[in-house]
């Protein structure tokens, strides 16, 4: 491990050497920056197979709603009966989780090799390389010691957090109106489960679905809590990464219900 962390770091140190020129004391930052863009180029089939495995998912609701209402007092033999109509139809539910499981491996080498005062034997030299003037292996809680929020490290980090904020509020709107689109299989009390709108007067949502519906939309802004405590090195992979998923889903989901025709609706 500790090779390979060592190779690791040579090659950030290599890709900060040929953007110095342009960056120079953030070359390094901007190495990461670039590396992010790298790994999230390499996932992208990925995110267009999830894409399209959403589009799929999204053509399966009719039939999945007569599930519901055949199956729905008996929720084993409907997850059972689910999950075949997705064999069947050669559609997976677990897809839009692949692209960011495998980001997993490239954030915490960051956070490794940006968390540790040595490398293969070597002191960590990368640690004493900036953002500005936020040291990359320093934290929120280092910046706030030296200089306050509105020190010179405090608003490198105000910079990262506005930044994080604008695309969790972007996709907080995206997530509502889509969540308004689809509404949420609701329980009838005499009929099986129908649609959010066919329930009717004595209808109920299922069981856990509402504190989800409520939860889901907010899930964005925990990345201001990961920037928050790790790294800078990490945090910047995460902002930069989080950025362009948000850009990529709204051109990768622009044509699915309540997603970019219902957010045009809106603005």
Request: overall charge positive; charged content about 15%.
């Amino acid at each position: 491990m500790s090779s390979f962390m060592s190779v690791f770091a040579a090659l950030v140190e290599h890709i900060a050497d040929l953007l110095d020129p342009l960056f120079h004391g953030s070359a390094t930052a901007a190495a990461i920056v670039l590396f992010t863009a790298c790994v999230r180029l390499l996932v992208h089939p990925l995110s267009r197979a999830s894409a399209r495995g959403q589009r799929a998912r999204a053509k399966l609701s009719p039939q999945i709603a007569e599930l519901r209402k055949k199956h729905g007092k008996n929720p084993e033999k409907l997850q059972k009966a689910v999950l075949e109509l997705h064999r069947k139809e050669k559609v997976s539910p677990l897809s839009g989780c692949l692209p960011s499981l495998f980001q997993l491996p490239a954030f915490f080498l960051l956070y490794h090799l940006f968390s540790n005062s040595s490398i293969g034997g070597d002191a960590n030299t990368l640690l004493d390389h900036t953002l500005f003037a936020a040291p990359l292996g320093g934290r929120w809680k280092d910046a706030l010691a030296d200089g306050g929020v509105f020190g010179a490290q405090g608003l490198v980090y105000l910079a990262l957090f506005a930044i994080v904020a604008a695309v969790a509020t972007f996709n907080y709107r995206r997530t509502k109106l889509q969540m308004a689109a689809n509404p949420l299989p609701q329980v009838g009390s005499g009929s099986g489960v129908g649609s959010g709108s066919g329930a009717g007067a004595g209808g109920q949502q299922v069981p856990g679905m509402g504190a989800i519906a409520k939860v889901m939309p907010l899930m964005s802004f925990m990345t201001l809590f990961t920037v928050a405590v790790v790294p800078l090195a990490a945090a910047l992979y995460v902002v930069t990464s989080t950025t362009w998923s948000a850009v990529e889903r709204a051109v990768l989901y622009r044509d699915m219900p309540g997603t970019a025709g219902a957010l045009a609706a809106a603005v």
